[in-house]
């Protein structure tokens, strides 16, 4: 036992050791640099956001103003039922950027985010698009100021992460997660230099890219059928030659993505049987998690000062997370030991959900690709 918790006491000191290095070298949007005039296309896909999307859309209208290039703003009404259609026909008479679309039935062989999209970028002009979830409030510098990064990095996609808004004790356990996920394991310095599809993080929640790299790695018909469809796409932009990674994008966008554990747990269900490639994947990740992140804090509880340190070392990797990317810290981060036992509830609901056919999401049932 006594070196299972050294081993892992020393796993959790490699991970924050590379947090504190991807808190130096992450990337931020300023809105302070130039940018130069070229078209840009906000899209913006809508299932069923009725209570959402005005806000949405009222944020991109005053980003908008701030463009000094030409710009529309098109939004895909995605079979919606609670009334979405109403409200986009009137901002859509408010403002003749924004341009609304009705979508089609999904294909077979896809999944309806990606559908959506892809309906939307074949409307899209050249330059750079840019993807926006409803349940998204984008800063008035958000456009101008990540799109500047975009090209003054030379990069093909840029995933400028929101703050992510948590609430209740199920988001503020769960979401900030998202975050820490890639800060704690994924180089981000080497993962923007490299090609390999397998160093990718992104969120589809706010995404930038430019409009020829997109179509040159085949757009959403090359992730038609990804659940995790933002990783997907930079993954496809990388194996067509081009660059990407994720940004903290807490200063231009936020995000309040689940209200309560009702959506936490049908959220996450949806997703995270995919988000290690297979089941054995997933086995193995969850299980390192839970090595590092829990074995500690339970010896620690049993009077080891191994235990102890790595407990801490844990917390501190939350805190730096957290502080990097507009999320909160304190006491949150002392919880992370129970954060990742969540998670792990999570994704094992998740598995079984995917084993049984039981996956659905906005009243339409998911059937990935089995792996």
């Given at each position: 036992m006594r070196t299972t918790v050294l081993v892992a006491s020393t796993g959790a000191a490699a991970s924050l050791a590379l947090t504190l290095d991807n808190a130096r070298r992450i990337r931020r949007p300023d809105p302070m640099v130039v940018v130069v005039p070229e078209p840009?296309?906000?899209?913006?896909?809508?299932?069923?956001?009725?209570?959402?999307?005005?806000?949405?859309?009222?944020a991109l209208r005053v980003a908008a103003d701030r463009w000094p290039g030409p710009i529309r703003i098109l939004v895909l009404d995605d079979e919606s039922t609670d009334g979405t259609d109403r409200v986009l026909a009137e901002l859509a008479q408010a403002d003749e950027r924004i341009e609304v679309m009705?979508?089609?039935?999904?294909?077979?062989?896809?999944?309806?985010k990606s559908w959506a999209c892809e309906q939307l970028s074949r409307n899209a002009e050249t330059g750079i698009l840019v993807f926006v979830d409803a349940?998204?409030?984008v800063a008035p510098d958000a456009l101008v100021a990540s799109a500047a990064l975009l090209r003054a990095t030379g990069l093909d996609l840029l995933s400028p992460y929101p703050r992510q808004h948590a609430d209740g004790p199920a988001e503020r356990l769960v979401q900030p997660l998202l975050q820490w996920s890639w800060m704690s394991t994924?180089?981000?310095?080497?993962?923007?230099?490299?090609?390999?599809?397998?160093?990718?993080?992104?969120?589809?929640q706010f995404l930038v890219v430019d409009a020829a790299a997109y179509r040159r790695a085949g757009g959403h018909v090359a992730v038609r059928a990804e659940v995790l469809e933002d990783i997907a796409?930079?993954?496809?932009?990388?194996r067509s030659g081009g660059r990407g990674v994720?940004?903290?994008?807490?200063?231009?966008?936020?995000c309040?993505?689940?209200?309560?554990?009702?959506?936490?747990?049908?959220?996450?269900?949806?997703?995270?049987?995919?988000?290690f490639g297979s089941v054995p994947g997933t086995v193995a990740v969850v299980a390192l998690l839970n090595l590092l992140y829990v074995v500690p804090p339970i010896a620690a509880l049993r009077g080891s000062r191994v235990g102890l340190l790595g407990y801490l070392l844990g917390v501190a990797s939350r805190v730096i997370s957290a502080r990097s990317t507009g999320g909160r810290s304190w006491p949150d981060a002392l919880?992370?030991?129970?954060?990742?036992?969540?998670?792990?509830?999570?994704?094992?609901?998740?598995?079984v959900a995917r084993r049984t056919g039981r996956l659905t999401w906005k009243g339409r049932t998911i059937s990935g690709p089995t792996r």
């Amino acid at each position: 036992m006594r070196t299972t918790v050294l081993v892992a006491s020393t796993g959790a000191a490699a991970s924050l050791a590379l947090t504190l290095d991807n808190a130096r070298r992450i990337r931020r949007p300023d809105p302070m640099v130039v940018v130069v005039p070229e078209p840009l296309t906000v899209l913006v896909p809508v299932r069923d956001e009725v209570d959402d999307v005005g806000g949405c859309l009222a944020a991109l209208r005053v980003a908008a103003d701030r463009w000094p290039g030409p710009i529309r703003i098109l939004v895909l009404d995605d079979e919606s039922t609670d009334g979405t259609d109403r409200v986009l026909a009137e901002l859509a008479q408010a403002d003749e950027r924004i341009e609304v679309m009705r979508g089609t039935p999904t294909p077979p062989g896809w999944l309806g985010k990606s559908w959506a999209c892809e309906q939307l970028s074949r409307n899209a002009e050249t330059g750079i698009l840019v993807f926006v979830d409803a349940d998204v409030r984008v800063a008035p510098d958000a456009l101008v100021a990540s799109a500047a990064l975009l090209r003054a990095t030379g990069l093909d996609l840029l995933s400028p992460y929101p703050r992510q808004h948590a609430d209740g004790p199920a988001e503020r356990l769960v979401q900030p997660l998202l975050q820490w996920s890639w800060m704690s394991t994924l180089p981000l310095g080497l993962a923007e230099r490299s090609s390999r599809p397998s160093m990718s993080a992104a969120n589809g929640q706010f995404l930038v890219v430019d409009a020829a790299a997109y179509r040159r790695a085949g757009g959403h018909v090359a992730v038609r059928a990804e659940v995790l469809e933002d990783i997907a796409l930079l993954r496809a932009v990388k194996r067509s030659g081009g660059r990407g990674v994720a940004a903290d994008g807490s200063a231009v966008a936020s995000c309040h993505m689940y209200h309560g554990w009702r959506e936490v747990r049908a959220g996450y269900r949806k997703s995270l049987w995919s988000a290690f490639g297979s089941v054995p994947g997933t086995v193995a990740v969850v299980a390192l998690l839970n090595l590092l992140y829990v074995v500690p804090p339970i010896a620690a509880l049993r009077g080891s000062r191994v235990g102890l340190l790595g407990y801490l070392l844990g917390v501190a990797s939350r805190v730096i997370s957290a502080r990097s990317t507009g999320g909160r810290s304190w006491p949150d981060a002392l919880a992370h030991p129970i954060s990742i036992l969540t998670f792990t509830a999570l994704t094992a609901d998740s598995v079984v959900a995917r084993r049984t056919g039981r996956l659905t999401w906005k009243g339409r049932t998911i059937s990935g690709p089995t792996r």
